[in-house]
């Protein structure tokens, strides 16, 4: 054993870095923040005191302060913000549907088509361009600029609820939170197929696909991917599709979209995981056209982060957040109602 970092996985898409480290037989008492500052070459002395007092260091299993000396063999554990990217932020005036805030967080809606940050082909019109012009002169935390705030993320055609961290406690409080899933998120998707099961658990590691780099693969087995697992719930059934409640304990890239893909019920009219085509029902001409109807009116993955549930970084209240299905998904529904009721009427 040794004390050299041992990354493990990072929790809600990449946003946060965990490390662990194991110190020598011979290592001398030494101050923890002085000891991860050595070791951490990307972060000051202040942001590992910051960790600190945020809970985020975590020694034998408990959580330290910054003064708290480290002895041989010691197992510690860090959760930090991964080091920012280059690129430039440009506050825009992009209108925003917040859904609460206060001096230390900010909870919204996010629409479909937007972006949450910026990166390669999407410098302009992201939510983290209207935030900064929101927020005006909202410094940005240490560690975390490039990204202001971001706890986590969806996909640019997922909609739903998200948290935004306004300051550095909250946002590392948060990041633990989410890492620790002691945080609860649930979404609600519509689904290719008439799911076997009431309810169930799917298990199995996520990393990017062999064949198509743009998009990611399930790992059941071996040591490739990251762990992800998914809780589902059968809310309505329609026979050719499914309405479901997905709770996630990890946050993995396209984790949902991935893993309802792998259990063989693909995303209603989700491009990249093949949902996009008709592959439940009858022949005919006339249901056909009602799925390519369907498609139309939502064009793009039929997927919604419907609750957020979290313990309050600054006063530890419990706070959940929900939100009403967004209109183009709505809309879908209501045709299958509809569709429902008339096969029932048929039979």
Known sequence: MSDQPQEVEAEEEELFEHYKFVADKGQAVLRIDKFLSLRLANSSRNKIQQAA???NIVVNGEVVKPNYKVKPMDEISIVMPYPPTD????????????LYEDDTLLVLNKPSEMVVHPGYGNSSGTL??????????????????GRPGLVHRLDKNTTGIMVIAKTEHALSHLGKQFFDRTSDRRYQALVWGDMKEDEGKIEGNIWRSHKNRK????FPEGDIGKTAITNYKVLKRYGYVTL???????????????HSKWIGHPLFNDADYGGDRILKGTSFTK??????????ILPRQALHAKTLAFTHPKTGEWMEFNSDLPKDMQDVLDKWDKYLIGRELEE
């Open 244 to 258: 479901v409640e997905y709770k996630l304990d990890t946050g993995r890239t396209h984790q949902i979209r991935v």
């Open 287 to 296: 249901y056909k056209q009602f799925v390519e109807n369907c498609f139309q």
């Open 215 to 218: 998009v990611m693969d399930v």
């Open 128 to 145: 983290v361009n209207g935030l900064i012009h929101y927020f005006q002169n909202l410094p940005e935390a240490e560690g975390n600029e």
């Open 53 to 55: 007092h945020s809970g």
């Open 87 to 98: 690129t430039e932020l440009i506050p825009e005036d992009i209108p925003l549907d917040i």
